[in-house]
């Protein structure tokens, strides 16, 4: 090793909170459904999920290729231009965490460092081939092709377990979600540890630590998959939420295909190098196992403000990043401003997140039925009903069509 700035130091010190703030914002998109259906109690689901990310750190390093090397050019990008870019990764991770959101960390990171990079080396600086072929691409074809192999997949269930017993059915798909989560978590740190990894290998080539086009050094490999993974034990509880039970309701056999559906997807993706958001696959996947069930339904006004949010990630994170840089441009008190900035106003989220709290105790409380089906999802219902005889996959009646068809008896005082 070279050299080891004060600054890289900082940039490292801030890599590895983008990493945690990672852990716990994605951590839905492999427990969510098993916790929502009760295969695993939550903190214990969390644990395991940690455990998992860890291990996936260590499986791959194509992915960290194609940030470190793919995306930018390496000559000319200060280790100023990084931190600005994980400034903007961290705080939009924190305000789509605040919210309950699962919006994307990866490309709230390739926002950052796109906004970051064209503010200080201009746009040609940011390679735009391997930004269409393997992130914008698989992040409209992720949660198409995982929605449509969950969807099928939870037909194929239905079907075929018709006349199983319902008990021994229901108990052999819990198990199954349980191998199935393991199998999310460890593609999970395949894929995102790895954009960590990749994000400070640039950092240390910037640097002039290590020498252009290095894979990453163990040290880096070993602290970004402790560090996904503790923030993955804390548990994103506010996007577990949401993705557990607001987007569908989903039976046993719905989480096991959406899951192995999603794991199936994130792990072909990572072995081809493609930066991948996790987010989107899983929740696609999600939506086609709320739509592949007969009467399921997707509640289509949650999945709108998540398009919104993915539509968003890009843009945002990459104003955020330009921003910063410009001010790192004015030298160290510049980056201390931005440093202070980021802090502050981690602290100001974290506090506003204390008014309702969200955690392992409460994460399922949420009623199917505070939000309103809505008339999409009332007339998907409608259309597809369920089979004769069985209430099992009878979706919950809206409390507004409730009101419609039973006379009031309140008075008002």
């Known amino acids: 090793m070279e050299s080891f700035s004060l600054i890289l130091a900082i940039v490292v010190v801030t890599a590895l909170a983008f990493d945690f703030t990672n852990g716990f914002h994605d951590t839905a998109n492999a427990m969510a459904t098993t916790i929502s259906t009760g295969a695993m109690r939550p903190k214990a689901a969390v644990a395991m999920s940690a455990v998992l990310n860890l291990v996936g750190a260590f499986l791959s390093v194509e992915v960290a290729n194609t940030i470190s090397k793919g995306l930018v050019d390496e000559a000319g990008i200060r280790p100023e231009v990084i931190f600005a870019a994980l400034v903007g990764a961290i705080l939009w991770n924190l305000l789509t965490w605040l919210v309950g959101l699962p919006s994307s960390s990866s490309h709230a990171l390739m926002g950052g460092l796109i906004g970051a990079t064209i503010a200080s080396a201009g746009v040609g600086a940011v390679h735009g081939d391997v930004l269409v072929t393997k992130v914008l691409i698989p992040a409209i074809a992720a949660p198409l092709v995982a929605g449509l192999a969950a969807m099928l997949a939870t037909r194929l269930t239905f079907s075929l377990g018709r006349k199983a017993d319902g008990k021994a059915s229901e108990k052999g798909y819990r198990a199954g979600q349980i191998a199935s989560a393991g199998l999310v978590s460890l593609a999970h740190g395949t894929n995102d540890a790895q954009k960590t990894m990749g994000v400070i290998t640039l950092a240390l080539v910037a640097g002039g630590a290590v020498a252009p086009d290095s894979d990453p050094p163990l040290w880096v490999i070993l602290s970004a998959g402790v560090a996904i993974a503790l923030g993955t034990y804390l548990g994103g509880w506010r996007i577990i939420r949401t993705m557990g039970k607001g987007l569908t309701d989903l039976q ?16 072909a993706s990572s072995h ?34 998540m398009f919104v949010a993915w539509g968003l990630t890009l843009p945002a994170a990459a104003l955020v990043g330009a921003l910063a840089e410009y001010v790192t441009g004015f030298g160290n008190w510049g ?76 008075t008002t005082v």
Do not use: C, Y
């Open 252 to 267: 046993p056999q719905q989480g096991f295909a959406a899951q192995t559906s999603a794991a199936t997807v994130i792990l």
């Open 272 to 305: 081809l190098g493609f930066s991948l958001s996790t987010t989107h696959s899983v929740s696609g996947a999600v939506m086609g196992a709320g739509l592949g069930r007969k009467g399921g339904v997707v509640r289509w006004s949650t999945a709108t403000r």
């Open 335 to 410: 980056t201390a401003v931005v440093a202070v900035f980021l802090v502050a106003s981690s602290a100001a989220i974290w506090k506003i997140s204390r008014r309702e709290v969200v955690d392992h105790t409460n994460v399922n409380d949420t009623a199917a039925d505070e939000e309103p089906a809505g008339v999409v999802t009332t007339a998907m219902a409608a259309v597809t009903p369920p089979p004769a005889g069985t209430t099992a996959d009878v979706p919950p009646i809206p409390a507004q069509a409730t009101a419609e068809r039973t006379p009031s008896t309140t």
